[in-house]
């Protein structure tokens, strides 16, 4: 089975601190994503990364960096918290689609950030 | 611009009726497309997928259906089980995405018994 783990289930900061979110897992997957899920929003890509050391930009990633220095592990950082960011934050991954015909994402259980 | 759009934000159906979760995108680039199904404080899991060579594909209760011509797709659950009661998300990905998945906001099921 796949697993995707994300560090910590709920997080509370203050606005202007540093968050560090982690993700690790443990699949060899090349690939892996951060989101964010909001009511009515659905889910959004912030940042993904195809390999270690390579980060493409989502379509929300003013705000946020991301940090692979491993393969299993992908780390999304607040650089200044701001209370906007308050939301589900979800990682996940996912085989490079040349080896599988599917391109499944695995997802982790989720963190839930409130800035205060 | 919302490319995959779920426009009921909720829906309710008794136990053992079918389940019907809709689903319409408008970019003519993907090809392959998925529902996912999330439980409060879980991630979402994967459900059942469908490729656009396909027009149904079935999996136990599951069935998704694709419309190419109307870009549109709908996740048949039959025969509805209060377990059921979540929120569902349909995606898409396109083999010029670069394997990024496109979230529609999703559509609450209720299945009261």
């Known amino acids: 089975d796949v697993k995707v783990t994300q560090s910590s289930r709920y997080l509370v900061k203050r606005t202007g601190e540093k968050v560090f979110l982690e993700c690790v897992q443990d699949m060899d997957h090349e690939n892996m994503f951060w989101y964010r899920q909001d009511p009515g929003l659905g889910l959004r890509l912030i940042y993904f990364?195809?390999?270690?050391?390579?980060?493409e930009k989502g379509d929300i990633p003013e705000g946020y960096s991301v940090s692979r220095e491993k393969k299993e592990r992908f780390s999304l950082i607040l650089e200044s918290a701001s209370t906007n960011q308050t939301s589900m934050y979800l990682c996940a991954s996912s085989l490079d689609s040349t080896r599988v015909a599917k391109n499944i994402q695995y997802f982790g259980a989720g963190t839930r950030l409130s800035v205060l | 611009d919302q490319q995959v759009k779920q426009n009921s934000p909720s829906l309710s159906v008794q136990e053992g009726r079918i389940s019907i979760l809709n689903c319409d995108y408008t970019n003519s680039m993907f090809d392959y497309f998925l529902w996912y199904k999330k439980y409060p404080a879980e991630g979402p899991t994967f459900l059942i997928s469908i490729s656009s060579i396909k027009d149904k594909n079935e999996d136990g209760r599951f069935t998704v259906f694709l419309n190419k011509s109307a870009k549109h797709l709908s996740l048949h659950i039959v025969p509805s089980q209060p377990g059921d009661s979540a929120v569902y998300f349909c995606a898409a990905s396109s083999n010029t995405g670069f394997q990024k998945l496109v979230f529609g906001t999703g559509t609450r099921l209720l299945v009261s018994p």
């Open positions: 990364s195809y390999d270690v050391k390579m980060k």
